[in-house]
Each structure stands twice: as structure tokens, then as C-alpha cells.
């Protein structure tokens, strides 16, 4: 009976974690209903866990670590050090070298802790300071670590001394880089003023020339040195060069982004797109290629070159891809009529805060279409970013180019209501072809209501076009629409009114409404629950 209760607690547990959209509120109550549920409840509760915490510190103990019965269900440590303790005039928790550096109080208790937590498989690191070599040597000795990210931390060599560690997955992204995906959720830190002038952050940006130097130099050996194992690398094209990463074999490596600026090239160099080819000759294993660049005037990625015909093995390269993203700072030169076992196709507006991006516009999205349909590819997964409104014909286009597709995103970058001149008829007629169907996001018009409604209409209309949707794409398991969310005082946001569809017997359907979600960068395949 012991047995068979674990069986049905873990079911329990696994389902209300997959109806609250991964949130733990829901898990909270069962832990508070008895000791048995509070055991069963404690790996899910604190399997990703973040510190320092601003309540959880006092004058004589310093900052309060958790406590170590917890440690062995700790899969995912988030170091994230608050901005605002390091400034000169609100010092806390540390104190001011004599070069005016930030040293951290109480880091010890995490290092110490480290060989205590056997299941530790990933850390993020987000530090306003450079972190000590002594937490790279603790983390060094972890048994179980596999996959680490630093996010807006200094870097320096120190990182290399994590050995004997093995990483399958790093994540590099250099200080101050924020970027804007369409006109969707940003981390709200981005919205305050204060990210962008703290004293750390100014200092820094002063010292931007030589340091670049240092972190890229710095990066280009911290991944080499585990260049044997890594399955998944996400570099900032800030922190390396097409030469040096040319120069590593990656055997293992299946995913590789790069994100924010593109990588500089000099003039006595070849060009980009070549340097990028060489890079991806040395990576056997890859798979999954993201070119997240984000949007310049003063630069242009070709991704193909502008050579007639292109180089052979190139394109036998992009023959190897399955799956694919893009952002608009790329120049496509027709690289996706060569890309002839793609499945999964995702093409962004990215651009740096606080600009917004301009997205693809009608006519390059048909050439995009028309490359697809030229490639033979059995695309499932498109996303795209749009710039134009979206109507019914442009959904025609996709399914006669598209006919395998199981998931399709359509987002408009800067959606809004209005008079649409199209019927959900119209769109369903339009989407029939699609009979592998199953996840549709789509950025269709609807009427504009006011948001302080109390009736919600926005979100009613929307529901009824949702069950429209259902009942005439049979396979259809969620379904989500677009619409203008306020997000401040003065400003809105592109956001996702999402469903889960569920078919009774009989063919009756019921639609659940599904917490708010996201892609947290640079993921663009699976999404995730809104953190803010």
C-alpha cells in the first residue's frame, strides 16, 4: 500500500505542476496538509532555488543560507547578488577593495555547501562583482554539475580553474547586454532606469575596451577547455571571434546560439559568413543553430554570402540542420533553400533596449515561404515575428508551403486591436489544410475593447474564437492569441492569451485558460512560465 500511496502522491504532485503552468502555489497547500505530503512536496519545492534573499538576513549571522536538509533536493542554484548592495552610498553584505571592487560577505556558506548537494546538475551565476576563484574551485569539485550560465557577471581567467568538472552546457552573456524580442515581456529590471546607472555597471562600461579583451579571452578558454563534452553552447558574440572559435573541435556539440552583437571581423580577415562556416565545419554532432544577433544599422550579417553559386560545403552543412533560428539582423541570402532536413524553423525581431525591432515584413516572408517550399523540407515547428496584419491569406501561404506543421506561432510585433476585415471563418478555413495541427498561436485581430472592462470582453471574444478553432482542427490541443497587455503606467506590452483544449466524448470541448508564458532567451523552442 506504501507503494502504490508514492505511485498516486507522485502522479498528484507531477499533475498540479503541469496545470499551474509549473508554478509551486498550488504544491505549497498540499506540503501544508500533512508530513507525508510535505516529504513528497520538498524535492519538486526546492529542486530550483535562488539566493541571497533581502528578508532572510540579519546583523550577527549575516546573509541566512538554506538550511541543509534541504541541500540534497537542490537541482538548480541561482546565485543573483542584488544590484543595489554594491553601491558606495547603500553598501551591504560586503565591503570595497582598495581598488574600489566589491567583495561579498558570506559566499563561503555557498561554497561550502556545494559538495552537500548530489543532485546540483546546473548553476546561474548573476553577480554585480567578479566572483572569487575559491566558489570556481568549490563548484570545480561538484560531483554532479553539468551545465552553467552567467548572466551580466564579470568574467575573468579564473573561470577555467573549475576542474575537475566536466560541463555539457554553458551560457555566456557579457554585462549590460538587454535585448528586446518583438514587443513581448521584458525583465522588468530592464524598465528601471537604475539597471543602467548603477556604479558597478558605469565603472565597468569605462573599462569596456580592455575588458573586452580580457572576457573574451576569458571565454575562448573557459569553453575549449570543455569543448571535448559540451552538447550546448550559448556564446554572446561580445565574448569570441569566428577565429578563435574556428580553431576547437566541438564532437559533441548539438546546439550552439549566438546572441546579442554580432562577432567583430577585421578587413584583413575573411568574410563573417565564411569565418562562420569554418566554426560549423568543426562541429560534427550540431543540430540546433541560432543566429540571435540583435538588430544593427551599422551592421549586416550575411549568413550565405553573396557568392553565385554558394560554396558546396556550406550548403552541405545547412543540409545536416534540423532545426533553425534567425533574427531580422541577418541577411537570409536564400540560406533556407539549402537547409533540406529542417524541422523546426523559428525567425525573431531582435534588437537592443530600449529600441524596438521592425520585424519581417509581407514580401520576406513569402520569399521565406518559398524557400521552405523549395528546400523539400518536412517542417513541423514554425515561428515567426511579423511586422504586417495578419489575414487569412497569408495563413494559406503558410499551409500550402508548410503541410506537415504541428506548431505554428504567429506573432505580430506591436499587436493591436481593431476592426478586423476577416472572419474566424475565414482563418479556419485557412488552417484546415494543417491536419498534424496541434499547438497554434496566432496573432489574428479582434475587436478593441477597453482593457479596464470589467466584463473582460477582450478575453470572452477570444475564448469563443478558441473553441471556434477546436472544433474545426480536430487535433488541435492548445490554441493562443495575441493582445496589447499593460505593463506600466504609460506603456503595453505584446502578450499571450493561451488555452489548453480538452475533448470529451461525444466531441463537446472545454477550454482551460493557462498561465502567462515565455521564452526565456535565447530558448525559442520550448516555453515556459512568466517568472514577473
Known amino acids: 500500500m506504501s507503494i502504490l500511496n508514492a505511485d498516486i502522491t507522485h502522479i498528484l504532485i507531477n499533475d498540479l505542476l503541469s496545470s499551474n503552468g509549473g508554478g509551486p502555489s498550488a504544491l505549497l497547500t498540499l506540503a501544508s496538509t500533512t508530513r507525508s505530503f510535505r516529504e513528497s512536496c520538498l524535492p519538486y519545492l526546492f529542486s530550483e532555488v535562488r539566493w ?24 538548480h542554484f541561482r546565485l543573483e547578488w542584488f544590484d543595489e548592495w554594491t553601491e558606495p552610498t547603500r553598501l551591504k553584505w560586503g565591503a570595497m577593495d582598495k581598488d574600489g571592487n566589491y567583495i561579498p560577505r558570506d ?8 559538495a552537500k548537494m548530489p543532485k546540483l546538475s546546473k548553476v546561474t551565476l548573476s553577480c554585480p562583482f567578479v566572483i572569487p576563484r575559491s566558489l570556481f574551485q568549490s563548484l570545480g569539485l561538484s560531483r554532479s554539475l553539468s551545465a552553467i550560465t552567467f548572466i551580466d557577471t564579470p568574467l575573468q581567467i579564473g573561470i577555467t580553474s573549475m576542474s575537475p568538472v566536466t560541463f555539457k552546457q554553458i551560457s555566456l552573456t557579457p554585462v549590460g547586454q538587454a535585448l528586446r524580442i518583438g514587443d513581448g515581456p521584458t525583465d522588468p529590471r530592464f524598465s528601471d532606469i537604475t539597471y543602467f546607472i548603477r556604479d558597478w555597471r558605469r565603472k565597468y562600461r569605462s573599462q569596456a575596451s ?9 571565454s575562448i578558454a573557459f569553453a575549449k577547455t570543455h569543448a571535448a563534452h559540451l552538447t550546448h553552447l550559448e556564446l554572446s558574440g561580445s565574448l569570441c571571434s569566428f577565429g578563435a ?12 546560439a549566438l546572441t546579442g552583437n554580432a562577432p567583430v571581423t577585421q578587413p584583413y580577415e575573411l568574410p563573417a559568413h565564411v569565418q562562420l562556416f569554418n566554426v560549423l565545419a568543426r562541429m560534427d554532432a550540431l543540430r540546433d543553430l541560432r543566429l540571435l544577433f540583435a538588430q544593427s544599422k551599422a551592421q ?57 525591432p521592425i520585424a519581417l515584413g509581407q514580401a520576406e516572408l ?12 518536412e517542417l513541423t515547428d514554425l515561428r515567426i515575428i511579423v511586422e504586417d496584419k495578419l489575414t487569412p491569406d497569408v495563413c494559406w501561404s503558410i499551409t500550402s508551403k508548410c503541410p506537415h506543421l504541428q506548431t505554428l506561432e504567429i506573432e505580430r510585433c506591436g499587436y493591436h486591436d481593431g476592426k478586423s476585415v476577416s472572419s474566424w471563418q475565414e482563418f479556419l478555413e485557412a488552417l484546415s ?7 497554434l498561436r496566432i496573432c489574428m485581430q479582434f475587436p478593441e475593447y477597453d482593457d479596464v472592462d470589467e466584463f ?59 498561465p502567462a508564458m515565455w521564452y526565456p532567451f535565447p530558448e525559442v523552442w520550448e516555453s515556459s512560465r512568466l517568472p514577473f
Open 52 to 75: 541571497p534573499h533581502k528578508s532572510k538576513a540579519n546583523n550577527e549571522s549575516g546573509l541566512h543560507f538554506f538550511p541543509e536538509g534541504l541541500w540534497p533536493y537542490i537541482r
Open 107 to 114: 559566499l563561503v556558506k555557498f561554497e561550502l555547501a556545494i
Open 210 to 218: 580592455w575588458r573586452q579583451v580580457q572576457e573574451t579571452q576569458s
Open 245 to 256: 572559435l574556428s580553431r576547437i573541435d566541438w564532437p559533441c556539440l548539438k546546439t550552439f
Open 300 to 356: 549586416e550579417f550575411h549568413t550565405l554570402g553573396r557568392d553565385d553559386p554558394p560554396d558546396p560545403a556550406h550548403t552541405a552543412k545547412l543540409a545536416t540542420l534540423t532545426d533553425f533560428a534567425i533574427s531580422n539582423a541577418c541577411k537570409l541570402d536564400g540560406i533556407l533553400n539549402y537547409m533540406t532536413s529542417l524541422q523546426r524553423l523559428a525567425i525573431l525581431a531582435i534588437v537592443d533596449l530600449p529600441r524596438w
Open 366 to 377: 513569402d520569399r521565406v515561404l518559398m524557400d521552405v517550399a523549395a528546400s523539400g523540407c
Open 433 to 439: 489544410p494543417l491536419s498534424a495541427l496541434r499547438d
Open 456 to 514: 473582460e470582453s477582450w478575453r470572452t471574444v477570444r475564448k469563443d474564437c478558441a473553441k471556434a478553432l477546436a472544433n474545426g482542427l480536430k487535433l488541435l490541443g492548445r490554441v493562443g492569441f495575441e493582445y496589447r497587455k499593460r505593463a506600466g503606467t504609460h506603456r503595453y506590452q505584446d502578450a499571450w492569451l493561451d488555452f489548453e483544449i480538452s475533448r470529451r466524448k461525444g466531441g463537446a470541448v472545454e477550454l482551460y485558460q493557462l
